[in-house]
């Protein structure tokens, strides 16, 4: 079984995808060069546009659901240890950062994964959000 994670940043999405043994990292931006992925996510959005949801429809989470959901994902990404939620894997002359596995490349450095910590960054700063200087 493979895990994936799909995460939208302002630039794009992310998919980051995992095989059991938890060596293989596939990072890239959409559109991915599958078709099949790429008919399933113009699938969906062309029926989004013939399902909307009335207000009536949705729910609100309590925080007791909203905890449980983000320990699942913790415990999923990141065997609910702390110390996963920033790496510098071997090999890799980058760190990346929580649960979306976000690459900070040093000023100039290229790599063959997208970088996406900035995104983040400004991602946060849209959302009106306060930053570490």
């Given at each position: 079984?493979?895990?994936?994670?799909?995460?939208?940043?302002p630039?794009?999405?992310?998919?980051?995808?995992?095989?059991?043994?938890?060596?293989?990292?596939?990072?890239?931006?959409?559109?991915?060069?599958?078709?099949?992925?790429?008919?399933?996510?113009?699938?969906?959005?062309?029926?989004?546009?013939?399902?909307?949801?009335?207000a009536?429809?949705?729910?609100?989470?309590?925080?007791?659901?909203?905890?449980?959901?983000?320990?699942?994902?913790?415990?999923?990404?990141?065997?609910?240890?702390?110390?996963?939620?920033?790496?510098?894997?071997?090999?890799?002359?980058?760190?990346?950062?929580?649960?979306?596995?976000?690459?900070?490349?040093?000023?100039?450095?290229?790599?063959?994964?997208?970088?996406?910590?900035?995104?983040?960054?400004?991602?946060y700063?849209?959302?009106?959000?306060e930053t570490?200087?």
């Amino acid at each position: 079984m493979i895990s994936l994670t799909i995460v939208k940043l302002p630039s794009g999405w992310l998919i980051n995808s995992k095989k059991p043994n938890g060596l293989t990292n596939l990072r890239s931006k959409l559109p991915v060069k599958s078709r099949r992925i790429n008919a399933v996510i113009a699938i969906l959005g062309i029926g989004s546009l013939f399902c909307p949801i009335s207000a009536a429809q949705t729910s609100e989470l309590t925080g007791a659901q909203s905890q449980w959901i983000a320990e699942q994902i913790f415990a999923n990404e990141c065997s609910s240890e702390v110390k996963c939620l920033t790496s510098w894997n071997i090999g890799e002359d980058f760190p990346s950062f929580g649960l979306g596995h976000f690459i900070w490349y040093r000023q100039g450095q290229q790599e063959i994964y997208q970088e996406t910590f900035p995104d983040l960054i400004e991602f946060y700063h849209t959302q009106g959000l306060e930053t570490p200087n």
